[in-house]
């Protein structure tokens, strides 16, 4: 059953969250750096800018993601999810990062005269305010979802980039404001409009050590990840328990979307279990794994000998 547009709505509050809030503030920024011509605040206008089309780009690729298998995509479209994340860790990284070095360095070779920033301080608190509503409702939802493990570990085993992309994303817009923040005043404290120039580097900077986190998580999904160690360890025990499977040579695993796992078994089958039993025994156990484990969308069980099994304790 499909799920409701509010249940989608919820799923994806996020990233919704993320985009109202990031739109709203581009929009503010550029009007604050159009009057003060402040370089920082031209910088944040563009991460804001950027971080808007990222959201979309996520909303774009989940709809991607749950277009039905078909003839050339046996397993569906589901990595496609992971694609776009990677090319938003490559925005950041180009626009996001690269813009944001370029302006600083370009407002330090040549300043601008200082302007009373009165209107920057104002667009960065009401920036503050929503990136941090924006902040909150992403840590709450991810704390949600990462059980009882650490948030870095929760971050390294997740294999929905959508949650930790926006988180990432909210935490470099804050540190973002405040290094922003820090620019303007240290430049009309000091009376040196090239602060202001060296704030937006270290933006860039911060930007770009957010997006090379963001491709290396991206770059291990698209490459195909295991499913969690405990599912893999539970569809051992699970295969352990027939009575007619004497070894289990190796479970291998991997993640054809956020919520669509494929696994490969190879077990070794008691001599005895004649060959029309053994079909029906695959069959049953395949429906006991379904059961237990409803990720599994798809599962494939060799008999194999335990000593013709290749890489059994390398791969498995």
């Known amino acids: 059953?499909?799920?409701?547009?509010?249940?989608?709505?919820?799923?994806?509050?996020?990233?919704?969250?993320?985009?109202?809030?990031?739109?709203?503030?581009?929009?503010?920024?550029?009007?604050?750096?159009?009057?003060?011509?402040?370089?920082?605040?031209?910088?944040?206008?563009?991460?804001?800018?950027?971080?808007?089309?990222?959201?979309?780009?996520?909303?774009?690729?989940?709809?991607?993601?749950?277009?039905?298998?078909?003839?050339?995509?046996?397993?569906?479209?589901?990595?496609?999810?992971?694609?776009?994340?990677?090319?938003?860790?490559?925005?950041?990284?180009?626009?996001?990062?690269?813009?944001?070095?370029?302006?600083?360095?370009?407002?330090?070779?040549?300043?601008?005269?200082?302007?009373?920033?009165?209107?920057?301080?104002?667009?960065?608190?009401?920036?503050?305010?929503?990136?941090?509503?924006?902040?909150?409702?992403?840590?709450r939802e991810f704390a949600k979802s990462k059980g009882e493990h650490g948030w870095?570990?929760?971050?390294?085993?997740?294999?929905?980039?959508?949650?930790?992309?926006?988180?990432?994303?909210?935490?470099?817009?804050?540190?973002?404001?405040?290094?922003a923040g820090i620019g303007v005043w240290a430049s009309h404290h000091w009376g040196d409009p090239r602060i202001d120039g060296w704030a937006s580097i270290v933006i860039g900077v911060i930007l770009a050590a957010v997006a090379s986190l963001l491709a290396r998580e991206s770059k291990g999904l698209l490459i195909g990840e295991r499913a969690n160690l405990d599912m893999v360890a539970h569809i051992r025990a699970l295969l352990e328990a027939e009575p007619c499977i004497t070894h289990v040579n190796h479970v291998r695993t991997i993640h054809t979307a956020p919520d669509r796992i494929f696994v490969a078994i190879s077990a070794d089958f008691s001599d005895a279990l004649p060959m029309g039993e053994a079909e029906s025994l695959i069959e049953r156990i395949e429906q006991r794994l379904k059961a237990a484990e409803p990720k599994l969308s798809s599962i494939y069980i060799r008999p194999e000998k335990q000593e013709d099994a290749v890489d059994a304790v390398a791969m498995g």
């Open 152 to 179: 870095w570990q929760a971050i390294r085993d997740s294999k929905d980039p959508s949650g930790f992309i926006v988180l990432f994303e909210d935490s470099a817009a804050l540190a973002g404001l405040v290094v």
């Open 1 to 139: 059953m499909a799920a409701s547009p509010a249940s989608g709505w919820r799923a994806n509050i996020v990233i919704y969250a993320a985009l109202a809030a990031n739109l709203g503030i581009a929009v503010a920024k550029f009007v604050a750096a159009a009057i003060t011509l402040s370089s920082s605040m031209l910088t944040e206008g563009v991460h804001s800018l950027v971080d808007t089309g990222n959201q979309g780009l996520l909303l774009y690729g989940q709809h991607r993601a749950k277009r039905a298998p078909d003839r050339d995509h046996p397993f569906g479209y589901g990595r496609e999810l992971y694609f776009w994340a990677f090319i938003v860790a490559i925005l950041i990284f180009g626009l996001g990062a690269g813009v944001s070095v370029y302006e600083g360095w370009k407002h330090i070779s040549e300043p601008e005269p200082l302007h009373d920033p009165t209107i920057n301080y104002i667009v960065l608190a009401i920036a503050f305010a929503l990136e941090g509503t924006s902040w909150w409702i992403a840590m």
